[in-house]
Structures are given as C-alpha cells and as structure tokens.
C-alpha cells in the first residue's frame, strides 16, 4: 500500500513538473524571452531536480512556483550570475573574511558564515557585496547540487553600524526565492539585546515556509548545532581554522592526498600507474589549488576494496540485505539511486545501503564510486562500465565496526565511453575530458537507531544527546528557582503571620487597660 502511495506520488509529481515545464513555456518565454539567460532557461528544460525545487518550496502550487521561477530567473541575469568569477568581484571583498563556506553542523550540512562584524553600510559597494554572496552560492550550489546549507551569523563585537537591513533582506531572498531549497536552518550566534528590535523585522520577511528555520543560539547554546570541530574558539569551538586569502577556503575541494599517497582497489589489475592516475584526476576534478589546514581531512579516494572470494557470486546474493533506495536522480549519463543519501545505521541489518546506476544513454558508461571516508566503508563495485539500457547494483557496506557520519560523502563520476572495446578504464579516465564527466553526490544519513542510548529504565526520564542534557538542565534550574520563591514566599508569610500574631497580642493588651480603666474610673454625673 505505502509502494502503491509512493509510486501515485511520484506520478504525480511528474505530472506537475510537465505542466511547470509547458506553462513557463507559454506564458513567460513567448513575450519576454529577453528577460532571462538562455542558459537558465535551457536547464529548466532538462534538470528535474531544479523545477522539483521549485515547486517543493511552494508546496507544489503551480502558479506560485512560476511566479518564484520568473523572479528567480531575472535576478540571475541582472547580477550576470552564470558568469560570476573571482575575477569579477572585487579582491578586498574576499580579503575581509566577512563571508565564506567552512565546515559543517551535525546534521552534514555546509556552514556558510557570515562575520557581521565585519560588514559595514555603505551604498557605494553594497551591489559588489550582493555579488558576492550569489558568487558563493552559484559555487557552492554547482559543487554540491541539491545539499542544503546552515546559514551563519556570528555577532561577536557587532553593534547597531553592523546592521544593513536591506543586505540582510536580499540575503534571506537568496534562500527564499533564488536558490529554494538551499536552506537547512539559519543561526544567529550571540546577538546583542539591543539588536532584538531588528531581528524581529527579519523575522517577518522570512515568511512561514522559513520562520521555523530561524534559531537564536547563545555561545553555550551553539554546539548543539555545530560540534566544536567546526566552530571558533570564541564560541568554545576547537577549530584552528582562519581565514585567509588566497585561495578560497573550501575545504571539500582543497585538501591534498593523504600523505602516503591514495587509497585504491588492492585488485591484482591495478598497478602504480593506476594510483598516479587516481591522483591527477582527483586533483583536476576538484582543483585543488593550495592546501587548507583544517581539523579533518577529507579527500575523495578510491574506495579500498580487498579482493574475496565470493565477490564472483550472483549480484542478487551481494545486494542481500543492503537498504534499497527509494528516489532517483535523474542526470545526463546516468540515472542515480538513491537521489541524495545513503542511510546507515548501527545494527546488523542496517549497515549496508544499495546504489543503483542506470545507463540513459545509447553508448557504454563507464563509472567510478569514491568516499571521504575509505577507511569505514568498502564499495563493491567502485569502478566498472554499464552498457547502454542497462542497471548495475553498487553495495556500500560499514566496514568492521565503524560507524556512518554525516559528514561522510560520496562521489559517483561516470563518463560515457564512445569506443568502448578498444581501451581499458584506467586509460580511459586518463584521457577522457573533465568537461564530459558527470558527477553527482551522495552523503550519509545516520538513522536513529545508531545514536547511543541510555538504559531502558531510564528512557521515559531522560534524552539522549546534549539537546536532551540541556532541557534536563533547564528544568532543573527552573525547579530550584521555584523552590527558592517558594522558601522566599513562605519565610514571608510566616513573617507577617509573627506581625499579625503581634498586633493581636498588642491589642489584647490594650483591651484588657481599657476595660481596666472603665471599670476603676467612677462615672460623671
């Protein structure tokens, strides 16, 4: 019944991808065709994922999703975004650090910082800044397609001359209109009191679809959003990171080989040759420039696989057991399933996930399948071809007892092979042309069930992880602090109780004189 529910939804779907595809067609792109750049258009066309975008941010309304579509699109040529370069914006932009991409919070998203401190009002530069955010943005949404980002906002020493309304709304824009989707959750990090006026404005423009995106987080409070690994010393963090330019820090794309070289297929075939090859086309394909320190290194590699015996065995009898995937990317050369994660978990049956690639073309595709992480998972396989028509059935298993990270990704590159007879795959990735690779990333998903947890008898008293701890903390204070009025209240009412106690006994005092004086005193005639 759920399959049944799933694959009408899907249908569906589709359906409403068409009707967004035709409708633009015929009420935007016949009279005002001039308005958008061609190349936007030509993707609308034939990227599925960018109209799903679209019209999962406005719950799937038609017409509210052309409206986004139209605005979105204009802005992108008026700020010539397909063609924004380091070239193009102004060096000292990048020489401040005000804004950049860095690490990631504890769900695997990418951190996109903003140091507003650093930003200062001033309508002379604020179109070149605007550049610049949408400069970062174009990189990031290029690089890592369809990955939401955590929004940034660190206020440390920042006052009231930090603070351009108007920045602030065209960044929230960005989000809200031009790239949907992008947004995971937006973190103001110690705002000062007297900004709270502002922020309520903010709050107002995010608009219903976002406002449950927006979190207030003290320094204390942050690394329940972001582990110390990623956040500055200032907020607690442990983080060497520091900005600096040039190159641009980004980490995913800049970090070098591991030191004793890459980590490859231990297959008899594969020889040195193979591993220099693995190498050049890493470095080329991410263009790594300069090496940037950072806490963890990550590096796409090939997947070290150790020959076995039984890896010759029926594919039905190697995919036994691994997690189907339930989406599909949809690309030029393959289409990849699942669409975005891989979902792992601790227990037996929930360490192995199944990737499906499924060959669109008419020729033979050749692929490749790389980790961050070789030394947790094995890949079977991790590189082979796929006739035309055909599907062939990736298994990505845990290997021993490791366990999955949301900051684990996974890199599946396929290129289509015109001669498919007379070479073999490592000369072929040697010679094949970046320009004609498609790339497309998976990252993890940790199910719950892989989260530590406390003993039965305490589940119904306590949560687990440091949200939990926190809320415990919480209560607990509140609790004491309600003792304390209590206590406070009750020291005063027996107070008064001890007053009143007084008064009475000054008054009996007094009654008993007067009766005293009435009953001595002789009356006057």
């Known amino acids: 019944m759920a399959e049944l529910e799933q694959h009408e939804g899907e249908q569906d779907l589709e359906k409403k991808i068409v009707e967004t595809r035709e409708r633009f067609k015929n009420e935007y792109l016949q009279d005002f065709a001039e308005k958008y750049d061609s190349r936007d258009v030509e993707r609308l066309e034939k990227d599925d994922a960018l109209v799903e975008g679209y019209l999962t941010w406005r719950i799937y309304v038609v017409d509210d999703a052309l409206k986004m579509i139209d605005d979105s699109f204009q802005w992108r040529k008026e700020f010539g975004v397909n063609d924004l370069s380091e070239s193009v914006i102004p060096r000292w932009m990048f020489e401040t650090g005000a804004v950049y991409l860095h690490g990631y919070d504890k769900e695997g998203n990418k951190l996109f910082w903003f140091k507003v401190k650093l930003h200062v009002k001033d309508a002379k530069t604020i ?107 200032h907020m607690g963090g442990t983080d060497p990171f520091k900005y600096s330019y040039p190159p641009l820090p980004d980490d995913d794309f800049q970090t070098p080989i591991c030191d ?49 015996d039984n890896d010759k065995g029926e594919t039905s009898t190697r995919t036994k057991g691994a997690r189907k995937p339930l989406t599909t990317f949809k690309g030029p050369l393959l289409d990849v399933s699942p669409a975005e994660e891989l979902s792992f978990g601790s227990g037996e ?37 796929c006739e035309a028509g055909a599907s062939v059935d990736i298994v990505v298993s845990l290997h021993g007892g490791s366990q999955a990270s949301p900051q684990d990704r996974f890199l599946v590159m396929a290129a289509e092979m015109d001669n498919a007879g007379s070479q ?5 990735w040697k010679e094949v042309p970046k320009t004609k690779i498609m790339e497309h990333r998976l990252r993890c998903h940790v199910l719950e069930s892989a989260k530590p947890t406390v003993s039965p008898r305490k589940d119904s008293l306590v949560e687990t992880g440091t949200s939990g701890q926190q809320e415990i903390n919480t209560m607990l204070m509140r609790v004491m602090a309600s003792n304390a009025r209590l206590e406070q209240k009750l020291n005063t009412s027996l107070w008064v109780q001890k007053v009143l106690v007084a008064l009475v006994l000054v008054l009996v005092v007094l009654n008993l004189q007067c009766l005293y004086l009435l009953g001595t005193t002789p009356r006057p005639s």
């Open 127 to 233: 179109l070149d800044k605007k550049k610049y955010v949408a400069f970062w943005l174009e990189r990031y949404a290029k690089k890592e397609p369809g990955m939401p980002l955590t929004v940034v906002f660190d206020m440390a020493e920042s006052g009231l001359s930090n603070i351009d309304m108007d920045f602030v709304r065209y960044i929230i824009n960005c989000f809200k209109v031009y790239y949907p989707k992008f947004l995971s959750k937006m973190i103001i990090v110690d705002m000062p009191w007297i900004m709270n006026a502002a922020w309520k404005i903010v709050k107002s423009w995010l608009g219903p679809e976002a406002i449950s995106k927006l979190k207030f987080a003290s320094k204390s409070e942050i690394q329940s959003f972001i582990g110390p690994e990623y956040l500055p010393p």
């Open 260 to 308: 004793n070289g890459p980590i490859v297929s231990e297959d008899e075939t594969e020889s040195k040759e193979g591993e220099t090859e693995v190498k050049d086309n890493l470095e080329s394909s991410f263009n790594s420039t300069e090496v940037v320190a950072k806490p963890k290194k990550v590096n796409f590699v090939e997947d070290s696989v150790r020959s076995e």
């Open 349 to 385: 049956t929930e360490k192995r996930s199944l990737i499906i690639l499924s060959n669109v073309t008419k020729n033979q595709v050749a692929f490749k399948v790389r980790t961050t992480a070789p030394e947790k998972y094995r890949v079977k396989p991790s590189s082979s071809s």
């Open 424 to 428: 073999e795959l490592a000369q072929f």
